[in-house]
């Protein structure tokens, strides 16, 4: 058996190696280059341009990943975002959502909710069973999404879509919605508007 060329291996190996950075460097760049176009609406700091646009800085990865996926198949609605994503790949939205679920929450600073209004939240709460999804401090997890702290306009917008099914990618979420009181989603809107978890800073998959 011939020795092995031990320069030449490792010349081999830093080649290798240095392929690799290029091309993770190159992949990184294009996410970079499609998600400045996501901040055109969403913020390039994760505050939304406009009151009833999602924020998606620190939104849980695996929920952002299906919303794009729903919005690429048309399963959720939304004219903006289907032209978005039209020409995305599936590795794409997964690169984005992993993107934007490791930035940090923002603080849009909403207004807390009065005792009065938290008290109606949480007895919808007791009612509906919220937190079995969304758990206890409604940060989401995984592939249900975080709403403590979300848009308080987007939120109502959300759950009236939800109640009249234009959004038709969850059943399960109108037929919720449907079977709530409006004055206690009114209510839980607002609360979870106002309800800021202080040190989260991004969701990946868990």
Same mark, same amino acid.
């Given at each position: 058996?011939?020795? *092995?060329? &031990?320069? %030449? =291996? @490792?010349i081999?190996?830093?080649t *290798?190696?240095a392929?690799?950075?290029q091309? @993770?460097a190159?992949?990184?760049?294009?996410?970079?280059?499609?998600?400045?176009i996501?901040?055109?609406?969403h913020?390039?700091k994760?505050?939304?341009?406009d009151?009833?646009?999602? &924020?998606i800085?620190?939104?849980?990865?695996g929920?952002?990943? *299906?919303?794009l996926?729903d919005?690429?198949s048309?399963a %959720?609605?939304?004219d *903006?975002m289907?032209?978005?994503?039209?020409d995305?790949?599936?590795?794409? =939205?997964?690169?984005?959502?992993?993107?934007?679920a490791a930035?940090?929450?923002?603080?849009l600073?909403?207004?807390?909710a009065?005792? +009065?209004?938290?008290?109606?939240?949480l007895?919808?709460?007791t009612?509906?069973g919220?937190?079995g999804c969304h758990?206890g401090?409604?940060q989401? +997890?995984?592939?249900?999404? %975080?709403?403590a702290?979300?848009q308080?306009?987007?939120?109502?917008k959300?759950?009236?879509e939800?109640r +009249?099914?234009? %959004?038709?990618n969850?059943p399960?979420m109108? +037929? =919720?919605?449907?079977?709530?009181?409006?004055?206690? =989603?009114?209510a839980?809107?607002a609360?979870?508007?106002g309800?800021q978890i202080?040190?989260?800073t991004?969701?990946g @998959?868990?």
């Amino acid at each position: 058996m011939p020795p *092995l060329n &031990i320069p %030449r =291996l @490792s010349i081999m190996l830093m080649t *290798l190696v240095a392929a690799f950075v290029q091309a @993770s460097a190159a992949q990184a760049e294009a996410i970079e280059e499609k998600a400045a176009i996501c901040s055109t609406c969403h913020g390039e700091k994760g505050v939304p341009i406009d009151k009833v646009t999602p &924020i998606i800085w620190g939104q849980m990865e695996g929920y952002i990943y *299906l919303q794009l996926r729903d919005f690429k198949s048309g399963a %959720r609605a939304n004219d *903006l975002m289907q032209a978005v994503v039209a020409d995305l790949t599936k590795d794409d =939205l997964k690169a984005l959502a992993a993107y934007f679920a490791a930035k940090p929450w923002p603080d849009l600073q909403q207004p807390s909710a009065s005792k +009065d209004v938290a008290a109606a939240a949480l007895a919808l709460n007791t009612s509906v069973g919220c937190t079995g999804c969304h758990l206890g401090d409604y940060q989401g +997890d995984s592939t249900v999404p %975080r709403l403590a702290g979300q848009q308080h306009e987007y939120m109502d917008k959300t759950i009236n879509e939800f109640r +009249d099914r234009t %959004r038709a990618n969850n059943p399960g979420m109108s +037929d =919720l919605m449907i079977a709530s009181p409006p004055d206690g =989603l009114k209510a839980m809107s607002a609360y979870l508007a106002g309800l800021q978890i202080l040190g989260s800073t991004g969701h990946g @998959s868990r």
